[in-house]
């Protein structure tokens, strides 16, 4: 038999479901047995039992905290804090505070979960998977255009009905002088800057609402140097004053490329993570009691 052959027939057992489903139950069962108290080898739950692996792993641990080992007072007061912590373990156990308890379920929660992440296979993207990953969201890795431009803010929460007028007389007056330097003087006073610099159309969406962004990213009678509007937003109604529409500049590929792979192997992990709750919720019965209280 070839070392090819040896290597298939090795290789191929480790991609089947069953044994991933075997390794996945080792791993759980061996963690639920690390939650349990360590009691001696008679059975004495009053008996703490430290081993040298304990012993030892508190010595390293202090070791990459203070990048030195402990002296022996430190040593025995790690024993001692460690000792403690089994004891108050046992206690809180027996009077069943691990149970009904909020954080305590979700930190068990948590780390199961952690458990099955490191179980699940995360395969190796190919370039096509890349390809098509980046295709289906075009939207996310394009920038799109920028907008500069300067606008009057007229609100409707002091004005009322009486805000878009008062905009339209405004611009009126922009229209006939509009370099006299009013601007700032015809409209309210906003958190949002008068100068917007080098916006994209979801950065609008997000600060003026999305009939604003869509109205300055379509009208085509924006055009540079000249005032326009009024157009609404969350807030109330602008006149706007185009500054320059820019294209970003391309983004490195090699940087696109890793952001393309990260978020691909994320939603991945995400996908892995919902099949392995799925199975997980397979082997139990849920039941859900929505009856209403007298």
Known sequence: MTRANV???TVRPLREPFVHFLILGGVLFGFYALLQPKHAPSGDSRQVVLTRGDIDHLRLGFAAQWRRSPGADEMQALLNDRINEEILYREGLALGLDRDDTVVRRRLAQKTQFLLQDVAELREPTAEDLA???????QRYSQGPRWTFEHVYFSTASRHEHAV????????KLRRAPDDG???????ATLLDSQQIAQSEKQLRDLFGPDFASAVTTASALSVGAWTGPFRSSYGWH????????EPPSEDSAELDRRVRADWAEDQRRELDAQSMARLRARYSVVVNDTPKP
């Not at 098509?132 to 969201?137: A, E, G």
């Not at 009013?182 to 309210?188: E, H």
């Open 7 to 9: 290597r298939t027939l």
């Open 132 to 138: 098509k990953y980046r295709s289906q969201n075009a």
């Open 165 to 172: 007028l008062d905009a339209k007389e405004a611009l009126a």
């Open 182 to 188: 009013q601007a700032p003087t015809l409209g309210d």
């Open 239 to 246: 006149l706007v004053r185009l500054e320059s529409r820019s």
